[in-house]
T-cell receptor
Framework: AAGVIQSPRHLIKEKRETATLKCYPIPRHDTVYWYQQGPGQDPQFLISFYEKMQSDKGSIPDRFSAQQFSDYHSELNMSSLELGDSALYFC?????????????FGPGTRLLVL | GQQLNQSPQSMFIQEGEDVSMNCTSSSIFNTWLWYKQDPGEGPVLLIALYKAGELTSNGRLTAQFGITRKDSFLNISASIPSDVGIYFCAGPLIIQGAQKLVFGQGTRLTINP
């Protein structure tokens, strides 16, 4: 079965640089979520999109922005990177209907800021 | 603060033993999810629970949604080496007007051969 695809899987950036993470949800899933996970932590919700519109916002820094495109893929744009942004970033998608709250996670992007 | 309290935080067992972990909350959930995460990988959905009292199995895994919708347990029977990893409970909550998935602290399972 198709899963959530994320790219790149690994990314190394310098402080103050920008990064763009991409997410391709499971086909026919209408909602995309972004999470940040630090070492030894549980995933923290950043932002979500439903049918290409921003749905909910969590603890996403102002330096980060995201959008969902017409083909439902989503991009997380991160600017003025800081050392503390080093983390695993996950995208998840969920289907519509009665089980819309069931989220399926991608493999993640490991971001290292030097 | 942590919305879901998960215990135990770590378990060290022998291969072949059964495992039990649970999550509790002061909030009511409509959906309860159990995930397994390997190091550096994304959480993999194991079991999803939607109805109070629901008992669901997935192979050697069994999970139940508490009747009050405030707790759940996950059991793993006859553990094998590939069960090693971190197990998270999770559920959707509306916090400060935003719906998000909240997670327990995780249970780290280690299996001694």
């Amino acid at each position: 079965a198709a899963g959530v695809i994320q790219s790149p899987r690994h990314l190394i950036k310098e402080k103050r640089e920008t990064a763009t993470l991409k997410c391709y949800p499971i086909p026919r899933h209408d909602t995309v979520y972004w999470y940040q996970q630090g070492p030894g932590q549980d995933p923290q919700f950043l932002i979500s999109f439903y049918e290409k519109m921003q749905s909910d916002k969590g603890s996403i820094p102002d330096r980060f922005s995201a959008q969902q495109f017409s083909d439902y893929h989503s991009e997380l744009n991160m600017s003025s990177l800081e050392l503390g942004d080093s983390a695993l970033y996950f995208c998840a998608s969920s289907p519509g209907g009665a089980i819309r709250e069931t989220q399926y996670f991608g493999p993640g992007t490991r971001l290292l800021v030097l | 603060g942590q919305q879901l309290n998960q215990s135990p935080q770590s378990m060290f067992i022998q291969e072949g033993e059964d495992v039990s972990m649970n999550c509790t909350s002061s909030s009511i959930f409509n959906t309860w999810l159990w995930y397994k995460q390997d190091p550096g990988e994304g959480p993999v959905l194991l079991i999803a629970l939607y109805k109070a009292g629901e008992l669901t199995s997935n192979g050697r895994l069994t999970a139940q949604f508490g009747i009050t919708r405030k707790d759940s347990f996950l059991n793993i029977s006859a553990s094998i080496p590939s069960d090693v990893g971190i197990y998270f409970c999770a559920g959707p909550l509306i916090i400060q007007g935003a719906q998000k998935l909240v997670f327990g602290q995780g249970t780290r399972l280690t299996i001694n051969p």
